[in-house]
């Protein structure tokens, strides 16, 4: 029987986001996969493979075990490859986006440096590569010369069954943990990190506060963990004259996410580079409006659901969300939109184009 071994590593975190969420959809669907049925699907996780230490999990501990029981095909949710695998072993990976190409500034050296020797690798050995969006398929072809034969772009999606329309009475307790009212805040759902462009946000959101006064409710929440660059986003947030209206509330967890996105008058995700923006469509499955950076991939995405502001004109940003607060119809517009637009995409779609994909290469 043929063996299909899967990296699951970072489905296995807690704390699930982008890359996690994408690797724990796709391998509980994939196990269960009809198009690979007749194939024995391998898990290596440090639980399973029993590796307690937080580094060289890949080039030691996954490098020995393809060794020991090398597999037809292993496929990579994450794009970094061991150094050392057999010939005979086909390789399937995915890559999420090359924003440290774009916005070196944007990433720690060292990182920029990884990311760039991790994607080189992946693109020269890899014999499938699985990309989120039509952009980062052609981000790859034109900075890495990767073969368009090689690419299989899987769009991903939103986990519909957290979020979804939800009623205000079912989310109100989690408002009330947060101390939000309902529709009463933009809200962020990201790391918050410089590549995120936030400072757009507390910048944006001062000049709003400052025509609309303080008597209005409306306030900015973070929903993240801390990134690269956080040191200065939180100065910024700390002299900000609306500073008791900016919330940062950290890492949310996901039981609580979906009710915090319902409740939100809108999504805000003005990122400069993304290789396919889950938050977006998170918030359209529930009916949320988006404003958005106006970038390809989030086009790919929203189609016309979203409103789409450069993610540099601080102006026009702060418009968008005046346009959000202060027009009922454009919000009722957008929120249609978004619901119809969110059942386009599905993990089901996703992980059945993978198992396609990976199929195909067991029988070549």
């Known amino acids: 029987m043929p063996t299909i071994a899967i990296d699951s590593s970072s489905a296995e975190k807690p704390q699930r986001t982008g890359v996690e969420e994408y690797s724990f959809q796709i391998i509980e669907r994939l196990k269960k996969s009809a198009v690979l049925e007749g194939t ?23 490098t020995w075990e393809l060794w020991r029981r090398p597999p ?15 010939k005979k072993i086909k390789v399937a990976t995915t890559i999420h986006d090359v924003g440290f190409r774009r916005y070196p500034q944007l990433y720690p050296p060292a990182e920029v440096r990884r990311q760039e020797a991790v994607t080189r690798r992946a693109v020269r050995r890899a014999d499938i590569i699985f990309t989120p969006s039509e952009f980062t398929e052609t981000e790859l072809v034109e900075l890495y010369q990767a073969k368009l034969e090689k690419i299989v772009v899987t769009p991903l999606s939103a986990d519909t069954d957290r979020y979804k329309f939800l009623s205000r009475e079912t989310i109100e307790p989690t408002l009330q943990k947060y101390r939000l009212g309902y529709k009463n805040y933009f809200l962020f759902v990201s790391r918050v990190e410089l590549k995120k462009n936030p400072e757009v946000l507390i910048s944006a959101f001062g000049e709003l506060k400052n025509k ?17 660059g956080f040191e200065k986003i939180k100065k910024l947030h700390e002299i900000s004259p609306v500073k008791d209206f900016i919330l940062s509330l950290g890492y949310v967890s996901l039981e609580d996410l979906p009710a915090l996105v319902n409740g939100a008058r809108a999504l805000v995700l003005p990122s400069w580079y993304e290789g396919f923006g889950i938050p977006a469509l998170e918030a359209a499955a529930c009916g949320t409006p988006v404003i958005a950076a106006d970038i390809p991939p989030i086009h790919e995405v929203l189609g016309e659901a979203g409103l789409f502001v450069p993610p540099f004109e601080l102006e026009l940003w702060e418009q968008a969300m005046e346009k959000i607060a202060k027009d009922p119809v454009l919000v009722s517009e957008l929120s249609q ?5 969110a059942k386009s995409f599905s993990w089901d779609s996703t992980a059945q184009k993978t198992a396609e994909a990976i199929n195909k290469l067991l029988k070549e």
């Not at 391998?42 to 996954?62: A, D, E, Y």
């Not at 939109?337 to 637009?341: H, N, S």
């Open 40 to 62: 024995s699907v391998v898990l290596f996780s440090p639980k399973t493979l029993k590796w307690p230490f937080k580094k060289f999990w890949m080039q030691i501990r996954v």
């Open 72 to 86: 037809e095909v292993f496929f990579v949710p994450g794009q970094a490859l061991p150094f050392f695998i057999s």
């Open 212 to 228: 609309m006064g303080f008597g209005d409710p409306l306030r900015l929440v973070f929903a993240g963990r801390p990134g690269f």
């Open 337 to 341: 939109k978004g619901l119809a637009r």
